[in-house]
């Protein structure tokens, strides 16, 4: 169903409000260092790649096409994590295994994006729960805590699916491909 043209505009409004101090405010300079080591440490478990974003708001042209052309903001928000996925090189990692945990903060709207190294071995519905799990948390405004939960889902979805093979020569056992610290925009 598409929203009235006046909650459209006041969405937009929102978004133009939540400066990038929105996403920095949640996650603190301390906040964004602890998930920077749980990202390492998860690392150190599994051959895949974790990337974290943490989004204040979407740009005008995003939100341009929610108030003329009605999209909706779900729609936008995924769109925007897909945009972040291929920014960030997610799905440029050696196993084709990495996966993106995307935060908006105005919308306290949350995605997950799976390589398609990943993403064929994953029942949707794990992704499904794991993203309700982090919608959750984000409604109680604990915004560190779920994307903790999210990453330790995520990473034993990974420690499944690609374990670190003790064989350096391995396939996979490669360095830390991508950075570690969340990327807050």
Excluded at 39 to 57: D, K, L, N, P, W
Excluded at 113 to 133: C, F, Q, T, Y
């Amino acid at each position: 169903m598409t929203k009235p043209l006046h909650h459209r505009i006041w969405t937009s409004l929102r978004h133009r409000w939540a400066d990038g101090t929105g996403a920095r405010r949640v996650l603190p300079a301390e906040a964004m260092e602890r998930l920077r080591q749980r990202v390492a440490a998860s690392e150190q478990r599994h051959t895949g790649q974790i990337r974290i974003c943490v989004e204040s708001s979407l740009p005008r042209s995003y939100l341009w096409r929610h108030v003329r052309r009605r999209v909706p903001m779900g729609t936008l928000a995924h769109q925007r994590a897909l945009m972040a996925f291929s920014k960030l090189r997610v799905w440029d990692t050696e196993c084709n295994n990495g996966v993106l945990i995307y935060l908006l903060v105005a919308e306290h709207a949350i995605d997950l994006i799976a390589d398609r190294g990943v993403a064929h071995l994953v029942e949707p519905s794990i992704w499904d729960a794991m993203v309700k799990n982090l919608g959750e948390a984000l409604r109680q405004e604990s915004f560190e805590e779920g994307l903790t939960r999210a990453l330790e889902e995520v990473s034993a979805v990974l420690v499944k699916h690609f374990p670190r093979n003790p064989d350096p020569a391995h396939p996979g056992n490669h360095n830390n491909e991508l950075p570690d610290t969340p990327v807050v925009r």
